[in-house]
């Protein structure tokens, strides 16, 4: 057993070992012979037994989940670090902080999502030790990275974007504007130039109306291409990959998690899925147990960090172990693959999103992969879980509550779906037919055809895609874009906080945000919401809720659509929220969190 002043070593994603209170020592002082040491590390607020060396500077933070007692202060970076610990190279800190394992706040005992460290054998061990109460007064220390995330004031789960990365157009030096437009005007006005300087006058033969016209036409033209070419340039928005933020450790939020997913099969998709790098936020309680996991998912445009603000209350309110909540392909930062590849496109579709969200919901849940290929589980009870689905994300909860209670493998229950303000095909949205898209290469296609349908692909990419890309780019590079588009979707938009506009402008950092928009875009496909809704309805012991705000301007439910609810399924529970648009849990959290435990 490790001594009370020596710390528990969490190993990370890239295949170090675990390490706490019931593994041997040997173990760990084998390794630290080794110079293999785990990028996180979890101290006891004594000073480490092992710190008599002088450790590298480290960048410490307080869990502010943890309960902690008015006179506590960390101890000093010095002494936060055992030798093991302090002879990682920089080279190995900058690698290691790949894993984004993080402490969900609470008021109690508190848990930890580790990224695929979870599901290596020691998960049930950790939560034991930490649940027992051995958790008070934990530090958290990690490796130091390039830039230290800041989090926001109102809202600390959330950081605010690098300093050295810009999520709009910067402007364009007031000299280089001179430049151009002087530029500009010698180009256009050429002519009169030449006249000057041959003739010594400025007298311009047959200068009319028209004319001038025509020539400051000519000239805005001109300036106007160079300054963007020039902006585009030299001040374009950044675009980063989701493993450099991770690298850095500069992931968007405290519960931010990147990790390789691959999707298991559901009710719809019995297919081997493709392994994909997925950003998730995961809130855990341990001291909670009615619901096993609540498992959310997010609207068209947004991503995970929309129930950033919400995950915690929901978690204590309804008494839930673990909050998941995962960006859809396409959106926020999960990996963009080719849609153009062989069953790329599938890959950006609501069932594949399915899918990733059944494999993190099982680990998380179970402690193991579908697979079989990681941790003992538990037990073997059906554990119970919530499912909550924003908008788009609607579809895709009831997809996946109908695929737990197919599936018994994953051993989880729907006990309650909640829909807020849900686009459903049939329902709240008007029947569409769509046909499979021509674009997508069939798993087998050769000769001719094959050469044909790269053809396609080709000039749609040049004449449709790009064009689009660019159009959306400099939309969404512009600095008032995300607070004009979510003051349409706030009932009262001066409720509209700054931190609720870097929510959602967050994620256009991405590397090929555009293109995974129009990815997903291209492969929606229609289908029957109304019988989906009806098959989730009549599951056993499942509730299903519905809430919309009685200001919801994106998608309306209006009386026709409250009559059709209470005629064809008059079990589902429906809450009208008054004064609140389309995102209600972010317009007002507590008013959410509080009526929707009233309705259950």
Known sequence: MLGEDQPIFIGSKIGRPLYCNELDLNRREANAQRNISPPWCYHTPSPCANSARPAPTATTTAINSIPTSPDFSPPPPSKMRCDAHARTTPARAMRTTTARTRMAPSTGPTAFLAGDAVGRGMRTSLFSSMASGDASGIIFSRTPVASQPTPREDEPNLYNIPSELSATYRRVPWYINFFIGTASLAVVGRRAISHFIQQGSLQIVDWTVKKALLFLLRYSVLWSVSKVAVQE???????????????????????????????????????????????????????????????????????????????????????ARVGIAHDAPGFGFTDRPDADSVGGLKQYRTENSVRIGLALLQKAVTGESYLGNTTKQEDDAVKNVAIIGHSMGAKAALLMALSCSVDRKLRVQPRLVVLVAPALEGITLPSRRRKESKAEIPDKISGVRKLLASVWIVGRKLFVDYPFQYVLRRLVGTKNFWRNGLSQAWGDPKRLTDSDVLRFQWPSIGKGWERGIISFSRGLQSSDDAKLLRDVVNLPNTTVLLLYGSRDNIVTVDEKVLHLLKSDFPTVKVLRMEGLGHDPFEEDKESFVSELVKLI
């Open 233 to 319: 340039g030299l001040y374009p928005p950044s675009r980063v990959t989701t493993q450099s933020l991770a690298d850095t450790g500069n992931l968007p939020s405290l519960l931010s998690q990147y990790e390789t997913v691959t999707p298991i099969s559901s009710a719809h998709d019995v297919n081997p899925g493709v392994p994909i790098g997925v950003h998730s936020i995961q809130y855990a309680n341990l001291k909670n147990n009615k619901y096993a996991a609540i498992y959310l998912h997010h609207g068209f445009g947004a991503s995970s960090l929309s129930w950033l603000p919400v995950l915690p209350s929901l978690v204590a309110r309804l008494g």
